[in-house]
């Protein structure tokens, strides 16, 4: 496999080309000792910077340090990529709570008044089917619910909050589909156009008064909830057993032993086989970075907190 640096285009193929370069020089004086090895390297390595600009040799000089050092810039970006993800998650998941806290204490201490829906079944009839249209998910304008304008604020805030909860259920049960985790990550498409119907039938049947339907709902809303938690757990666990899987790949103690023979250490053969790991994980997209160091982890964390594989299906 070829090698891949963090720069693209011209840049990385020319760090490329000076690595293959430097390699063959390497080998050519693999017979010879120690200095005339070095002086021919300095001496191909002075002569392929001198044919770039200043400043782009400066840039190619970095990256061949970085090569050496066995960093990998395109695997570093993508642990920061999913450092940021768990921030984010973790943002949302305190946003949620300090929502449902101030909603609480807004129910609280919320008294009905007669200019809205106190003493009027009408208006709440009317707020009732309008909400009913919102779980279908249709449309529904203000004209069309014949509220009167103090009634209207009431009947837009439970909308809105109806279509989040129905969003962030849905979504939840479209997560566990593509990372196939449980029975809802064996759906296909078709069922999962009916578990979808089940979801938003399970909040009509809340809106409807149905008896027995509050409770199931309200368990739903709170696993909901514990479900980001789980998510965040899960990318911790993965980003943690990943790294510690990359770094225990290139670990130059392990390396050293598994080159050891009867006369010793082979630092060539050990200098080989850390030069092919490298190549190996700089060849690899990030897709299968993901695919082979993070994603078992996360799925594992997941699928353990989860064993049912439904973020919030009582149905």
């Known amino acids: 496999m070829a090698e891949r640096t963090h720069r693209d285009g011209p840049a990385q193929s020319g760090l490329q080309d000076l690595i293959d370069k430097l390699k063959a020089v390497q080998r050519a004086c693999a017979q010879k000792n120690p200095e005339e090895r070095v002086k021919a390297i300095r001496k191909t390595l002075s002569e392929e910077l001198a044919r770039v600009p200043t400043g782009a040799a400066a840039e190619r000089l970095d990256d061949l340090r970085a090569y050496l050092d066995g960093r990998d810039p395109e695997a570093a970006r993508k642990l920061e990529g999913l450092e940021a993800e768990v921030r984010r998650l973790r943002g949302e998941v305190d946003s949620l709570r300090g929502e449902r806290e101030r909603l609480l204490r807004e129910q609280s201490s919320l008294e009905p008044s007669p200019a809205t829906l106190a003493g009027s079944d009408d208006a709440l009839e009317r707020i009732r ?36 909860a129905l969003a962030l259920e849905i979504g939840l049960q479209g997560f566990l589909r593509t990372s196939e985790v449980g029975e809802v990550g064996m759906m296909g498409t078709r069922q999962f156009a009916e578990h979808e119907r089940m979801i938003r039938s399970r909040f009509r049947s809340s809106l409807q008064d149905r008896q027995g339907s509050a409770q199931p709902l309200k368990e739903v809303l709170d696993r ?85 594989g439904r973020s919030g299906d009582g149905s």
């Open 129 to 164: 089917a309008a909400l009913l249209k919102v779980a279908e998910n249709r449309k529904v304008t203000t004209e069309e619910t014949g509220l009167a304008p103090a009634q209207l604020p009431l009947y837009e805030t439970l909308s809105e909050l109806l279509r989040f």
């Open 224 to 308: 909901n909830l514990r479900f980001l938690l789980v998510l965040h757990q899960a990318y911790g666990a993965s980003i943690d057993s990943g790294t510690r899987a990359i770094l225990g790949l290139l670990d130059s103690q392990k390396i050293l032993e598994e080159t050891r023979g009867r006369l010793g250490v082979n630092y060539q053969e050990a200098w080989k086989k850390l030069s092919r790991l490298l190549a190996e994980l700089g060849a690899l997209e990030r897709g299968e970075v993901w695919e082979r160091y993070f994603e078992e982890p996360f799925r594992k964390r997941l699928k353990e907190a989860m064993p049912e």
